[in-house]
């Protein structure tokens, strides 16, 4: 049961962490001293004390895609296992539920940003549905290698690090599908090089655009939503890229949380050292990582 508490807590606490040491690293690298590491936190506290203001031509839907998205991305971290522990919640075909989660989430939240009427909006809903069509299928390839490997159809068991990148026919594979679900991270993520959410040029945003409309606790509850999301999905490239058990539930829970920043740091060299691709280039680098993580299912089969 404590590892439960311990669960939830990391996943409730740590998300805007990681994004501070995003914008660390991509300031040290640029020779600036950069935000505070904790200016997400202080972010959020100052969204949430705001007052919100919403569209007379809006309706229920625009109020409930915040909502939604912060409580899929929440119950998606319930799926995943964390350190050495099994995941709270699991069971047979959970990674079908984790996928259309945040597919879920996405609904809503494209679905609020048609309800402003906006163009705009509009605009970056359908670029967002458009690029979530290529970077499922990398993903669910990615579970099949792992459910081939594994013989369970369980994140938790799918994930638990019993075949490490060294383990002879598996190595490749889990290469292979260890960048693809990199690429879907930045991609389902607004990163750049393929989204910048930092950006203020309409006709270049994609997620970012969605979310105009929305103030307040509402933004406040995207922007958490956010994290979560790149929180959870760090994590399944994690327990992909460097499984570990270090036998003590301590070490275990300190080693994931090392795992989980040096991530972080991953993705803000990553934007440090790469430009944002033209929006035409998006589609073609998400179907290599479908053909990535294809590769590594062909390579299993004999």
């Avoid at 369970?152 to 490490?164: N, R």
């Amino acid at each position: 049961m404590s590892h439960i508490l311990v669960h939830i807590l990391i996943l409730v606490v740590l998300p805007p962490l990681l994004l501070g040491v995003i914008g660390k690293t991509k300031a040290l690298v640029a020779g600036r001293i950069g935000p505070p590491l904790l200016q997400p936190y202080y972010d959020l506290v100052r969204l949430f004390r705001k007052g919100s203001v919403f569209s007379t031509s809006t309706t229920w839907i625009f109020r409930a895609g915040p909502v939604v998205g912060l409580a899929t991305a929440l119950l998606a971290g319930m799926l995943i296992p964390f350190g050495g522990h099994n995941a709270p919640v699991s069971f047979a075909g959970d990674m079908i539920l984790f996928a259309y989660l945040f597919g879920l989430g996405r609904f809503f939240t494209a679905s609020a940003a048609l309800d402003t009427g906006s163009a705009f909006e509009g605009m970056g809903a359908a670029r967002e549905v458009t690029f979530s069509c290529l970077a499922e299928p990398a993903l669910f390839f990615g579970f099949l290698v792992l459910a081939k490997l594994s013989g369970s159809l369980s994140l938790t068991t799918m994930l638990d690090g019993t075949f490490p990148l060294g383990a002879g026919l598996a190595a490749p594979s889990l290469v292979l599908v260890a960048v693809a679900i990199f690429i879907v991270l930045l991609v389902e993520n607004c990163r750049i090089p393929f989204d910048d959410p930092n950006t203020h040029l309409e006709l270049t945003m994609i997620h970012e655009v969605m979310v105009l409309d929305h103030s307040g606790p509402a933004l406040g509850m995207i922007q958490y939503g956010a994290s979560v999301k790149l929180f959870v999905m760090g994590a399944v490239l994690l327990r992909v890229a460097a499984p570990f058990e270090a036998g003590n539930v301590w070490s275990d829970w300190g080693l994931f949380i090392a795992g989980m920043l040096g991530v972080a740091v991953l993705i803000g060299i990553v934007e440090s050292v790469m430009a944002r691709f033209r929006m035409t280039f998006v589609p073609t680098f998400l179907v290599a990582a479908c053909l990535l993580s294809a590769f590594g299912v062909i390579l299993l089969l004999r």
